[in-house]
């Protein structure tokens, strides 16, 4: 059974801390990704790695970093948040290279909540 | 740019009646959609998905339908019931590259 885990559930976070969020699987997937959920904007994706140390930005990239240093982990960095980054964030990963239909697996998500 | 629209963003439906969730696309180039079913505290998981090969793909109660010449598809739900109740999103890709562009979601409620 594939699992993705995300270090926490529930955040709270001050203006100006450097956050980090982080996510492991267990699959031995190559592809992860990092997307932010908010209402009325769906699933939007700010990066994604296809291997080890490789790195791409999504769609709102700006104001996060990302690392992966081992396959297995992806971690998001916040260098300094802020009240716009209030979100819920949701972690995933699949396979590179796969027949259809392929499937992208979530985690659960971090709720962050910078004040 | 949105190049996935998704509608309605809520929608409530009577248990036993038909839900229908729309989405529309704009890049040709998107060769695979899938629809992803997110319970309230859980990670989004895959329903459902079609290629543009095809018109409609069925599993169960959950139906695909997909129209080329209109950038469009669709998922109905029959006979909906109580546990339906989730947030659904569509998604398209290309090249099966992985990277999905997903629609704004829509919180669907089923009422018993």
């Known amino acids: 059974d594939v699992k993705v885990t995300q270090s926490s559930r529930y955040l709270v976070k001050r203006t100006g801390e450097k956050v980090f969020l982080e996510c492991v699987q267990d699959?031995?997937?190559?592809?992860m990704f990092w997307y932010r959920q908010d209402p009325g904007l769906g699933l939007r994706l700010i990066y994604f790695?296809?291997?080890?140390?490789?790195?791409e930005k999504g769609d709102i990239p700006e104001g996060y970093s990302v690392s992966r240093e081992k396959k297995e982990r992806f971690s998001l960095i916040l260098e300094s948040a802020s009240t716009n980054q209030t979100s819920m964030y949701l972690c995933?990963?699949?396979?590179?290279?796969?027949?259809?239909?392929?499937?992208?697996?979530f985690g659960p998500g971090t709720r962050l909540t910078v004040t | 740019q949105q190049q996935v629209k998704q509608s309605p963003q809520s929608l409530i439906v009577q248990k036993g009646g038909i839900s229908i969730i729309n989405c529309a696309y704009e890049?040709?180039?998107?060769?695979?959609f899938p629809w992803y079913q997110q319970f309230p505290g859980k990670g989004p998981a895959l329903l459902i998905a079609?290629?543009?090969?095809?018109s409609e793909k069925k599993e169960g109660r959950f139906t695909i339908s997909f129209n080329k010449s209109a950038k469009q598809f669709s998922l109905h739900i029959m006979d909906s019931q109580p546990g339906d109740s989730a947030t659904y999103f569509c998604?398209?890709?290309?090249?099966?590259?992985?990277?999905?562009?997903f629609g704004q979601g829509t919180e669907l409620s089923v009422k018993p």
């Open positions: 995933a990963s699949s396979f590179l290279r796969q027949g259809l239909p392929y499937e992208q697996y």
């Open positions: 699959m031995d997937h190559e592809n």
């Open positions: 790695s296809y291997d080890v140390k490789m790195k």
């Open positions: 890049n040709t180039a998107f060769d695979y």
């Open positions: 079609i290629r543009p090969d095809v």
């Open positions: 998604a398209a890709d290309y090249n099966q590259g992985g990277k999905l562009i």
